[in-house]
Structures are given as C-alpha cells and as structure tokens.
C-alpha cells in the first residue's frame, strides 16, 4: 500500500467507526530525539513516553526537514500505538508518530494544542 501524503491525496476508502477504533492513537511526550544517520531520508530516533498502560515506546520519524532533536525534547506528539514493531535499518520503531505535509511536502507533527495526561487516546 502506497501511501499519498500531499494535500491532493484522493480521499482512502469508506470505512465503518469500528474499523477506526482500532487504531489505537495516544499523546506522548518526547523524552528522547537523536539523530539516525542510517535513515534513508533524514530522520530521528525518539523515545516517547505514553504514560502508565503504554508506557515509553521507539519510533523513527521522518522530520528532519522540520525540527531538531532538542526543540523535540518535552514536546508531545500522536502515534499509533498499537501497530507491530517495524525494523527501520538498524533500529526498531514502536509506534508510528503522526504527521501532517506542510506545503514543501514535509512532516509537521500533530499534537494537542493544550498539554493532556501522557496516554490520552484519541476518540
């Protein structure tokens, strides 16, 4: 599955609220951001904590474009938390960090405009 990530990305197939739900996407705060030179697209290694259930989990993320590792640091951040783990190269990435194409295409990421407890999950 070839994923668009531009404004002009066709709509994706209906789906039911059922279906949507199984998504299991929870607010994180960044207690980690390296970066990961391994990558074939610039990006950083993070280390999110999402809270006492989930607790602090790995992801790659490909937001070199868009920020550094220290402004990353106490930020928090969406994932998917419930995808199985996937080897990027030479890492593990956990959870799936979501993410928005700004006008150049690159990710900006998508959080809470209000701080909220670490594991909120999305509903």
């Not at 259930?53 to 790659?60: L, Q």
């Not at 993410?99 to 999950?121: I, T």
Request: aromatic share 8%; hydrophobic share 45%.
């Amino acid at each position: 599955m070839h994923l668009h990530h531009s404004p002009e990305a066709p709509v994706a197939d209906e789906i039911d609220f059922e279906t949507f739900l199984r998504a299991d996407i929870r607010i994180g705060t960044v207690i980690a951001a390296e970066e990961f030179p391994e990558a074939r697209k610039p990006s950083y290694r993070l280390r999110i904590d999402f809270g006492p259930v989930v607790g602090v989990k790995k992801s790659c993320a490909q937001i070199a474009a868009n920020y550094v590792p220290d402004e990353l640091v106490g930020r928090q951040v969406a994932a998917v938390v419930n995808f199985p783990p996937r080897q990027i190269g030479p890492a593990i990435s956990e959870v799936l960090t979501l993410g928005f194409a700004d006008e150049r295409g690159e990710v900006v990421l998508f959080a809470p405009d209000v701080k909220v407890p670490n594991g909120s999950r999305l509903f």
